[in-house]
Every structure is written in structure tokens, then in C-alpha cells.
Antibody, heavy 116, light 108 residues
Framework: EVQLVQSGAEVIKPGESLTISCKAS????????IGWVRQMPGTGLEWMGS????????SSNPSFEGQVTISADKSIRTAYLQWSSLEASDSGMYYC?????????WGQGTMVIVSS | EIVLTQSPGTLSLSPGERATLSCRAS???????LAWYQQKPGQAPRLLIY???SRAPGIPDRFSGSGSETHFTLTISRLEPEDFAVFYC?????????FGPGTTVEMK
């Protein structure tokens, strides 16, 4: 079964750093783009960016460039979304997704709450 | 950036009825790279349709997609109780890939 399993919910203080993860199984990790989609409370969906584990190529939404780092470690079939300094406005649900175009597999989501 | 607009915002229907959801793009979507997703409360979205009219694996044939360029439609031929949810369109023909704001299909 093709699956993306994400790390658990996080409660973080403003200014702190954070990395959340997404472990893939059931398919050739190297051969599919993997990325992240944000859903803020009560709002819609925003594609943040994606990475191709096979050669580390990347594609990103300009709205998120410089705000987050998206990476993948193909040796352990895991993708990451990293912040160096979180703000309250980063609070939301983050989904990892397979594919660069239509996203055919979704993780269960990781809730990030940024609060002092 | 391509902006997607979905209408109506909410659709109130009964099981067995037909649902027609609209997605309009601010400019032509390259190669009709338009997808539809369904999201139920507390769940991740699920891919229903890609390339405007191709059903994803395992999606029942009561779901169908149509359209081209700037106007796309998702049709649910006969609503089942499990179909009530929020539906999003997404274009992936031009980066950044963008989603519409969603249409809620609620039970009347």
C-alpha cells in the first residue's frame, strides 16, 4: 500500500525552529516528486513546494521561498519541511503530498501551533 | 499566478440528486492540467479527477470532470451519503500551482 506517514502535532513558541517529517512507503521514493501543502484554520489549500528525491531537483511557490526549506533523504525515504524561525501566522495543518502536478497521495497531516 | 474561483460556495442537495460544481480560472490552464479533490472533516483531501476529466484510481464513476481552458466542471451524478464534503479544484499547469477556495456540498 502506498502511504505517507507524517510526524505528530507540534506546539512551538514564536522564534523557535522546527522540522516536520513525512515517511513514504509502498512505492519507489526516488521516482516521484514529494511536497507540502498548507491549510490554515478554516481556509483553503496552498502548495508550498516540492522536491524530487532522485536528483534533489526542487520547485517552490514564491510565496514560501525563504520562509521554509523542503528536502528529502532518499536513504530513509523521508521528506522534511523546516522552519528556522516560526511566527504565529505559520500555525496550521501541513500535508505532505506525492506528485508535482496532481497530488495523488496525501499524508494524514501535521498540525503546527505557534503560540507563546 | 492563476487564481481559481469556485461556485457556488455552498450547495445544499439531497442524496440521489445531481451536483454540478464550477471552477473558473483567471487565465487559461495549460494542457487542461486541472484536478479536483474531496475533503471530509478531519481528513486529508483525496484526489478525484486529474487532467480535467480523468478519474483517479478507485474513484466511483458517478464522479466526472469536464471543461477546458478557463472553465471546468465537476459533476456527481447521484449523490451518496458519503459524498457530502468540501471540493477543491487545483491547477497544475502553471507554477505556482494553486487551489480554488472550495465548494461545500451539504445535505439538505
Amino acid at each position: 500500500e502506498v502511504q505517507l506517514v507524517q510526524s505528530g502535532a507540534e506546539v512551538i513558541k514564536p522564534g523557535e525552529s522546527l522540522t516536520i517529517s513525512c515517511k513514504a512507503s509502498g512505492y519507489n521514493f526516488d521516482s516521484f516528486w514529494i511536497g507540502w501543502v498548507r491549510q490554515m484554520p478554516g481556509t483553503g489549500l496552498e502548495w508550498m513546494g516540492s522536491v524530487y528525491p532522485g536528483d534533489s531537483d526542487s520547485s517552490s511557490n514564491p510565496s514560501f521561498e525563504g520562509q521554509v526549506t523542503i528536502s528529502a533523504d532518499k536513504s530513509i525515504r523521508t521528506a522534511y519541511l523546516q522552519w528556522s524561525s516560526l511566527e504565529a501566522s505559520d500555525s496550521g495543518m501541513y500535508y505532505c503530498v506525492r506528485g508535482l502536478w496532481a497530488f495523488d497521495v496525501w499524508g494524514q497531516g501535521t498540525m503546527v501551533i505557534v503560540s507563546s | 499566478e492563476i487564481v481559481l474561483t469556485q461556485s457556488p460556495g455552498t450547495l445544499s442537495l439531497s442524496p440521489g440528486e445531481r451536483a454540478t460544481l464550477s471552477c473558473r480560472a483567471s487565465q487559461s490552464v495549460s494542457a487542461n492540467y486541472l484536478a479536483w479533490y474531496q475533503q471530509k472533516p478531519g481528513q486529508a483531501p483525496r484526489l478525484l479527477i486529474y487532467a480535467a476529466s480523468s478519474r483517479a484510481p478507485g474513484i466511483p464513476d458517478r464522479f466526472s470532470g469536464s471543461g477546458s481552458e478557463t472553465h471546468f466542471t465537476l459533476t456527481i451524478s447521484r449523490l451518496e451519503p458519503e459524498d457530502f464534503a468540501v471540493f477543491y479544484c487545483q491547477q497544475y499547469g502553471n507554477s505556482p500551482f494553486t487551489f480554488g477556495p472550495g465548494t461545500t456540498v451539504e445535505m439538505k
